[in-house]
């Protein structure tokens, strides 16, 4: 209680949960099946990766559990009205990964962890709002749940949300607009973003210890874009920089570089090339026939002030991914650099979502694709710029 207003957050157990889990014949049988030796040549999954493959807890003979914790904040009233942000509440879920990728999507197979306003949680802190669920998952690491006479233990295999809630985990600056160090995955400063010939070093647990040192020492209040140690690393099978705050494909790519860079595209289509209007581009993607999944999320229309495509994350994929099936035929030059731009970011959000990746492939494919947008990008700016010079185009970062 302070100033007479209650803070409080709810935590459901973990141990309790998992024990709850377990119990269910389905659940057991997914928990405890071995791992596909056949995809040695494949990415098929998170236990076809190298994070996954350096953690010594899950390459232990025994059974051991893959959390998967899934942190945002939403808003329980109008988020636009004179209440907003009062009562946003931040949640915390969590899967397994040991679950087949279809059963792990499925809301039912995610379990609710904990839920805290997040005036309160700015208020009191991480270490009071974290620390009963991490003491559930130090015992976990350590002794583990004992199910039908097996010892099963569990530690956290990553960490999901949006940038903002990741950086706000992991203890990196929440300042993505001017802050000099703003990225968690490498060391890549903001005068160097645009640098193609410059590789940036990655963020490695050493050092991020350094950094840390360098914060507790008292003379900086953030070092190389960190400002404090994520409650996190005490656990010890898992650290922020394994990497274990893996990027967001909905806020990065559909809400992010697709909604932003295919408005930018078609306004060149429709101001520059004069292929079609908004008027026959929204017509088609209202008449359309929308076969199966496409069919719950067909794309929003174009709206032309704005400055990136307004649907919702599925929305923007099918709209992409549709395109040229919707619209091609306007366009009479297929040679064009900013349509060729279009498909090779339809290629390469193919790619990021494939079910199956060949090893062989992988790389060769990726850079491929990741050179060709930028080149294309480069012949491609100044004429996009020409049409809207406060506009510029998205930096793919993977």
Not at 191 to 206: G, I, M
């Amino acid at each position: 209680m302070e100033n007479r207003n209650k803070r409080f957050a709810q935590y459901i157990p973990m141990k309790e949960t998992l024990e709850a889990l377990l119990k269910d014949l389905i659940v057991w049988q997914e928990c405890t099946k071995s791992v596909d030796d056949a995809s040695a040549h494949d990415l098929n999954d998170v236990s076809d990766g190298s994070v996954y493959k350096s953690n010594s807890l899950f390459m232990e003979s025994g059974i051991s559990l893959k959390l998967i914790l899934y942190q945002d904040a939403f808003e329980i009233v109008n988020p636009l009205g004179s209440a907003k942000k009062k009562y946003k509440i931040l949640r915390v879920y969590f899967t397994l990964a040991s679950f087949d990728p279809f059963y792990r999507a499925i809301v039912e197979n995610v379990q609710l962890l904990l839920l805290c306003r997040e005036v309160d949680f700015k208020y009191f802190g991480h270490i009071n709002v974290f620390s009963t669920m991490l003491s559930d998952i130090k015992e976990l690491e350590t002794n583990g749940l004992v199910i039908s006479g097996h010892v099963v233990k569990a530690t956290v295999f990553c960490i999901a949300g949006d940038n903002l809630g990741s950086h706000n985990i992991g203890g990196f600056t929440e300042d993505f607009s001017a802050s000099t160090y703003f990225c968690r995955y490498c060391l890549v400063t903001r005068s160097e973003l645009h640098d193609f010939q410059k590789c940036a070093p990655p963020r490695t647990v050493q050092k991020y210890k350094e950094a840390v040192e360098e914060v507790q020492a008292g003379a900086l209040t953030e070092s190389r874009g960190l400002k404090f140690d994520s409650l996190f690393n005490s656990l010890t099978y898992f650290h922020v920089c394994q990497p274990g705050l893996p990027p967001c494909i909905v806020h990065d790519v559909f809400e992010g570089i697709v909604a932003y860079d295919l408005a930018i595209y078609i306004k060149y289509f429709v101001k520059v090339k004069k292929f079609f209007t908004y008027s026959q581009l929204n017509r088609r993607i209202r008449q359309f026939s929308y076969q199966g999944s496409d069919a719950a999320s067909s794309p929003s229309e174009v709206v032309e002030k704005r400055v990136k495509i307004g649907g919702q994350a599925t929305e923007n994929w099918s709209l992409l991914r549709l395109l040229p099936v919707i619209i091609g035929e306007k366009i009479t030059d297929t040679d064009d650099p900013v349509w060729q731009l279009t498909v090779q970011l339809k290629e390469l959000v193919e790619f990021i979502c494939a079910p199956r990746i060949s090893l062989s492939l992988k790389m060769f494919c990726l850079m491929f694709s990741l050179w060709s947008i930028w080149r294309q990008e480069k012949r491609c700016f100044l004429i996009i710029n020409s049409i809207q010079r406060t506009i510029t185009l998205s930096t793919i970062q993977l």
